[in-house]
C-alpha cells in the first residue's frame, strides 16, 4: 500500500497573490467612512490602484468590512474594507472598489491616466 503526503504551500508575505496589476501612486485623497448618523472625514493618501481596489494610508484604523468613500479628482469610489494594518504611526487599508462614479463625465482610467502611458492610475491633484 502506498502512502500520499500532501504538502500545503504557504504563501510568504512578500508574495503577491493578486490577479490585477497594480499601479503605485501617492497621491492625496479625502476619505468618508460611511458610519450611520455619523460619517467621519479624514485625509488619506492612496499608495496603489487596480481595476478593483485601492491601498490606502491613513491615521486611522478601520474594521473589516466598513464602507468608505474615497474621493480622488476625477472620481468618487464606495469601497469595502478588506484589511487595515499598522503601520509605525499610520495604517494600510486595503479596499474592493463596489462602485465607482466619474466626476464631470470622464471614465476612471481617462481621469486616472492624464494621458501618461507609463502609469495609469496616477493622479495629479495638484492641477
Do not use: W
Amino acid at each position: 500500500m502506498s502512502s500520499v503526503k500532501l504538502v500545503l504551500r504557504q504563501n510568504s508575505p512578500s508574495e503577491d497573490r493578486r490577479s490585477e496589476v497594480r499601479f503605485a501612486t501617492n497621491d492625496p485623497a479625502a476619505i468618508t467612512i460611511l458610519q450611520p448618523g455619523n460619517p467621519t472625514h479624514v485625509d488619506g493618501r492612496i499608495l496603489d490602484i487596480s481595476k478593483s481596489g485601492l491601498r490606502l494610508r491613513l491615521s486611522v484604523a478601520l474594521q473589516v468590512g466598513q464602507l468608505i468613500q474615497v474621493r480622488v479628482k476625477g472620481f468618487i469610489a464606495l469601497a469595502e474594507v478588506r484589511y487595515c494594518r499598522a503601520i509605525s504611526e499610520s495604517f494600510d487599508v486595503g479596499t474592493r472598489i463596489l462602485d465607482a462614479l466619474p466626476i464631470k463625465g470622464k471614465s476612471i482610467t481617462e481621469s486616472m491616466a492624464r494621458g501618461r502611458k507609463e502609469d495609469p492610475c496616477r493622479v495629479d491633484l495638484a492641477k
